[in-house]
């Protein structure tokens, strides 16, 4: 098992092999991740499994585990969040063979060239990440509950506006 990623992969070649990459990559080489993330300084743990299926389907399967630090939408303070991705891609050259591929694999398109791993690590991060990260208490935010509650009795900040509209209409 390699613990250095190779910065290539090319599908076609090591699926014929049936090659099994494995290694750890640092999430400060992944730009758009990092922009999500509060902290920096982890690592993932990657293990992939370029396979010939019967058919000539060629995949690439396996998981990507790690753990990072997002930020709470909420109460805008770190959230751990768990890295748990399941990777299930097969590599296809048309719309018409992505159509044929088997029930829980997501296409992979290649441009003709090798396929860059750390990309293609981001990519499936990023696309395992919350929509809206937050705490699974809601009351994480105090700050925010109170001044909801607050809100309620509190004045109208327009209502002098208001005032000022029914004074004109009166006149």
Not at 12 to 29: N, T, W
Not at 98 to 103: G, H, N
């Amino acid at each position: 098992m390699r613990e250095v990623l190779p910065e290539f992969l090319d599908p076609l070649l090591l699926a014929g092999k049936e090659a099994v990459i494995a290694g750890r990559l640092a999430v400060d080489e992944m730009p758009r991740l990092r922009a999500q993330l509060v902290a920096g300084g982890v690592e993932v743990a990657v293990n992939l499994r370029l396979e010939r299926q019967p058919g000539g389907l060629r995949t690439v399967c396996g998981e990507i585990v790690g753990e990072a630090e997002l930020a709470c939408q909420r109460c805008l303070q770190p959230l751990r969040w768990q890295i748990d991705c399941r990777v299930a891609l097969a590599v296809v050259a048309s719309r018409a063979e992505e159509q044929r591929l088997p029930e829980g694999y997501e296409p992979l398109y290649l441009d003709g060239g090798p396929l860059a791993t750390r990309e293609l690590v981001e990519d499936e991060i990023l696309l395992g990440l919350p929509l809206v990260a937050m705490h699974p208490d809601p009351a994480c935010n105090r700050e925010l509950q109170e001044w909801q509650r607050e809100g309620i009795e509190r004045e109208n900040p327009f209502g002098v506006l208001e005032q000022l509209k029914d004074k004109r209409q009166r006149n």
